[in-house]
């Protein structure tokens, strides 16, 4: 059984975590419209309030840090003192990319919906690659009686250029690379499919990957159970974040299931990885509202920039 100790607590619907070389992690607290740095000892500070919905995060070429915000949500405190996340927020304010700067907390819209041709609903989770590009995915947004069709675009860290890759997509959540850049990973949260694209080129997938379009489905448990977010290890597994079963799943770059590491919180929504040998586990468990670290049996790997 792995042993988890819990960083921070009372945070609200933490995601997005980013470990620091300080020892530092700063994450998004989606609810609060907040992005938070936690200190090593617990203690928390503000680096930046975008409002809307910040969700996932990483740190560019230039040092700043690129944030995907979904817009905003809105929520129901459930009996059970879970908080969850409950459709599009009645104040909506649009998805887009911004780029904050670290010293001073001032926040920058890169992209909005409508730049460049391309529609943003709920951009969602981010992963930047060798050539100082960014893949993201835009979930969408679900209202009463209809959820947005959306996809996985590519974009440039100047803000000159931005496009749409993969459309359609179903509902993609979580995203990374593989260690050698040439494989994109994305996570479907209703399908719950662990979906991987072949790249070819900066910004570019094999479009004839799969039947029906670009992607090829890598793995897909039974159950009731959705994917969230994801992280890559450095020797290729894919650990992706699991609500409802509560944990992360660590699957085989062949698509089989490594193992299944359990929480005790059903929505775990994201992992990275820090420290001298990439082995500290930081995990948001966003439902109740923690940051909790672990000792990983193998090495996360080291993003891009970072």
């Not at 959705?226 to 597994?237: M, P, T």
């Amino acid at each position: 059984m792995t042993m988890f100790t819990t960083v921070a607590a009372g945070l609200r619907f933490p995601e997005g975590p980013v470990a620091m070389l300080d020892g530092s992690v700063i994450l998004v607290e989606i609810a609060e419209g907040r992005i938070t740095r936690v200190l090593p000892d617990g203690a928390t500070e503000t680096v930046a309030t975008p409002g809307g919905g910040p969700n996932g995060l990483a740190i560019g070429p230039d040092g700043k840090l690129y944030c995907c915000n979904n817009g905003g949500f809105n929520y129901v405190d459930h009996p059970s003192g879970l908080l969850i996340p409950h459709g599009q927020a009645d104040d909506y304010s649009g998805g887009r990319i911004e780029r904050i700067d670290l010293a001073t907390g001032a926040v920058e819209i890169l992209y909005k919906d409508g730049d460049f041709g391309c529609v943003l609903r709920g951009p969602n989770d981010i992963v930047f690659d060798a050539h100082g590009g960014f893949w993201f995915s835009d979930h969408g947004k679900t209202r009463e009686r209809e959820r947005d069709v959306t996809g996985i675009f590519y974009a440039r860290a100047d803000g000159s250029s931005l496009s749409e890759v993969v459309f359609p997509s179903e509902n993609p959540n979580g995203i990374g690379l593989s260690p050698d850049g040439l494989r994109l990973y994305a996570a479907e949260t209703y399908t719950c499919r662990l979906m991987a694209f072949d790249v070819t080129a900066p910004g570019e997938v094999d479009q004839a990957a799969g039947l029906g379009g670009p992607g090829i489905p890598l793995y897909r448990p039974g159950g009731y159970k959705f994917f969230d977010s994801l992280g890559v290890e450095e020797g290729g597994n894919i650990c992706v974040a699991t609500i409802g079963e509560c944990g992360i799943s660590v699957v085989s770059p062949e698509g089989e299931l490594v193992e299944f590491v359990p929480t005790d919180d059903p929505f775990t929504t994201n992992i990275c990885w820090g420290g001298e040998d990439m082995r500290d586990a930081y995990i948001t468990l966003s439902g109740t509202g923690r940051l909790v670290t672990c000792r990983w049996p193998r090495p996360g790997l080291k993003l891009a920039h970072a």
